[in-house]
């Protein structure tokens, strides 16, 4: 079957039952396709597939682009029926799940809250997972005796996270970064007597939540819903190659931010009873640090660790070994430690069950420490597609030259062949003025720009409240060196109202816009992933850049990231910049502002709040190398001290002041 152009009418796309009471047992949903089937509305919450039921199994089907709310595939637990369920999810491509901007974005829940204290013993196996970006997990785990093996996250900015329930064993996986995406993560581990082995990171550089292994400090007598402590866990026989601090401790601590929190929410359990044991980390280049301790690791016990850090003292040679062994090339990707034998390892309780390594290589006769056995190994060729999904469907899109498209002034001419463009064709302007009465729908990748040196100027005579450009679902448009003239109640770009059932995109470059009520104006429930105005003018404005209608404090935001570079802001009267992200909790971590090397200029005279750039809840935001000049406002900005929020190099003249606030209050979000 074959799910695409629309959505289901119901709370699922496919659900192994017929009624509540009526569930399926020893079925089987195979070699299925899943395709952009959302929902009109982000909030609209969803599932594509949902198990219930016992003995079911999920096989080679390609599954991708979901945008709206709601995990891809869940197991649900809620009744006798549907525990120790031995579900099978195996041998499934998990396509590109963008972005979306909030919770509610896993690929794969098993269980819930609820549930989370019953046995699953589900098995997820043998798949491909490819940019599976929705959210910070992508496998959360919220029930006890789950397998999750021989699975591969491909580029994929989350994690997979025992977020609730007990004992999951997460074993022979490869987590496959790129050295340069911070947001690319491996496993983060709540709760008890997991078992993390025999699996392979590479490049994966992320930080707390999404390092490669994220211990987290628990909550005191946790309730079902938050945190509980970390105990009797085994990380053992792992391999991590090129991975910035791949061990990190006390993940999530906030004790320092106790004056803004109940005290149902302070993490200040730490692991208790844990081993981590005969694993090898390997570093190109020296780090200082391959232990991160956010609260003391004092409950864990290290043996048997090497690390090649190419000399580089890290200080901590009691739990990590210094060793200079090299790496076996076996792919773009797999790099394997080629070790002397003679490292030691450690047999601790219950190591004698882990006998096979990464490869399915029995352990017997040649065991190793690090997730393979030493020997002559081969390619397992773990990035072939075909060994994944539907036998009849493929994800692969071959390169195309896009179309240059030469228009006049003449009237309509934009208009019409932007229309009849193919996604990813360049609009090439010849000098002139554009009359455009009517907004111009963007529903594709599209670029526009100056045929010439000259700029050419779009005028848009359409009424009050209208955009020159309208962005569709799936319309990213690039626009450079365009002056747009409005009347000053039009804005220069806008997104639908409704039924953004898919993305939008913006980058604007080398562009003067000016006489707008909103130069960008966002709307609730609809999401871009990127968002960049560089090397522009931005002057006589209402409103600037407005992403502040998610107010539901449920950690939605409009955009993932927005970045202002290199532009000038010259009578923006409010809303200069507004980017809201309300609501505390880890799965919202997210929103990216970085403001740089802009000057604002008499922007703010009518900030009711006070304040130039509004970006409350954002945990990301770098300002710096800007001029702020005659801005009457209090603040230019207020930083929050406890996220990632910095502010450098900034020249502030008669506009306020930069002020970091450590703490900020928000709403729980449970």
């Not at 993560?185 to 990171?201: A, E, K, L, S």
């Not at 352990?363 to 036998?391: F, M, Q, V």
């Not at 498209?405 to 309509?412: I, P």
Request: charged share 20%; net charge neutral; glycine share 8%.
């Amino acid at each position: 079957m074959f799910f695409r152009n629309g959505y289901s009418p119901f709370k699922d796309v496919i659900a192994f039952r017929i009624t509540d009471d009526h569930v399926a047992n020893y079925s089987k949903v195979t070699n299925c396709v899943i395709l952009d089937y959302n929902n009109l509305e982000r909030d609209q919450d969803n599932l594509w597939v949902q198990l219930y039921g016992r003995h079911n199994e999920l096989s080679n089907s390609y599954i991708a682009g979901k945008t709206n709310g709601g995990p891809t595939v869940r197991v649900d637990l809620k009744g006798n029926q549907s525990i120790r369920n031995y579900h099978k999810i195996i041998n499934n491509h998990f396509g590109p799940r963008p972005r979306k901007g909030g919770a509610r974005g896993e690929t794969i829940q098993l269980g819930s809250t609820f549930t989370s204290m019953s046995p699953s013993n589900t098995t997820i196996a043998n798949n491909l997972f490819e940019e599976c970006n929705g959210e910070v997990e992508i496998i959360s785990s919220k029930t006890n005796f789950n397998i999750i093996k021989n699975n591969v996250f491909y580029k994929s900015e989350g994690s997979v996270v025992t977020r609730h329930g007990n004992y999951v064993t997460i074993d022979g996986n490869y987590f496959i970064g790129d050295g340069v995406n911070k947001q690319f993560g491996g496993i983060r581990i709540v709760n008890t007597g997991h078992w993390i082995i025999n699996n392979y990171f590479y490049n994966i550089i992320g930080e707390n939540f999404r390092s490669p292994l994220a211990v987290m400090n628990g909550i005191p007598k946790s309730p079902l819903n938050r945190y509980n402590q970390v105990t009797d866990i085994v990380v053992a026989y792992n391999t991590y190659v090129n991975c910035k601090s791949p061990w990190q401790f006390g993940v999530g601590t906030n004790i320092a931010q106790a004056a803004v929190l109940p005290k149902s929410e302070i993490r200040s359990a730490r692991a208790l009873r844990s081993v981590v044991a005969n694993n090898v980390i390997y570093n190109k280049e020296g780090d200082k640090n391959p232990i991160i301790e956010h609260d003391k690791a004092d409950g864990v016990k290290f043996k048997n660790n090497i690390i090649n850090n190419q000399g580089v003292d890290f200080g901590d040679t009691n739990r990590i070994k210094a060793s200079n062994f090299e790496l076996v090339k076996l792919s773009e990707s797999i790099y394997i430690p080629k070790l002397s034998g003679n490292e030691g390892i450690y047999k601790g309780f219950g190591f004698e069950t882990i006998t096979n390594d990464l490869f399915g290589n029995a352990r017997e006769n040649a065991n190793s420490i690090g997730a393979t056995i030493n020997g002559e190994l081969k390619d397992p060729a773990i990035l072939d597609k075909t060994k994944y999904g539907a036998s009849w469907y493929s994800n692969v899109v071959e390169a195309t030259t896009p179309n240059v498209l030469a228009v006049t002034s003449a009237k309509g001419e934009l208009e019409a062949t932007i229309a009849s463009a193919n996604s990813g064709d360049i609009i090439a302007l010849s000098p002139g003025t554009y009359n455009v009465s009517e907004s111009i729908v963007i529903n594709k990748a599209i670029t526009i720009q100056s045929k010439d040196n000259e700029k050419a100027e779009i005028v848009f005579e359409g009424v009050e409240n209208t955009p020159v450009f309208e962005l569709n679902p799936y319309g990213i448009l690039t626009i450079k060196n365009i002056v747009l003239t409005g009347n000053g109640k039009q804005q220069a770009f806008a997104n639908l109202k409704k039924n953004m059932s898919n993305h939008f995109g913006l980058t604007v470059s080398g562009c003067d816009i000016n006489n707008f009520d909103y130069v960008l104006k966002s709307y609730k429930q609809t999401f871009a992933e990127e968002i960049t105005f560089t090397n522009t003018s931005i002057a006589n404005c209402e409103n600037g850049i407005e992403l502040s209608e998610e107010t539901n404090d449920r950690g939605d935001y409009n955009t993932e990231y927005l970045t202002v570079d290199n532009c000038e802001f010259t009578n923006v009267k409010q809303n200069v910049i507004d980017y809201y992200r309300g609501g505390y909790d880890e799965s919202t971590i997210g929103g990216n502002l970085l403001v740089s090397n802009s000057t604002f200029t008499e922007c703010g005279s009518n900030e009711k709040n006070g304040m130039l750039l509004n970006h409350r809840g954002i945990v990301n935001v770098n300002i710096t190398n800007n001029v702020f000049k005659n801005n009457k406002v209090d603040f230019v900005s207020i930083l929050w001290g406890a996220k990632n929020n910095v502010e450098s190099n900034n020249t502030i003249s008669n506009s306020g002041e930069i002020k970091t606030q450590e703490n900020l209050v928000m709403k729980l979000m449970y």
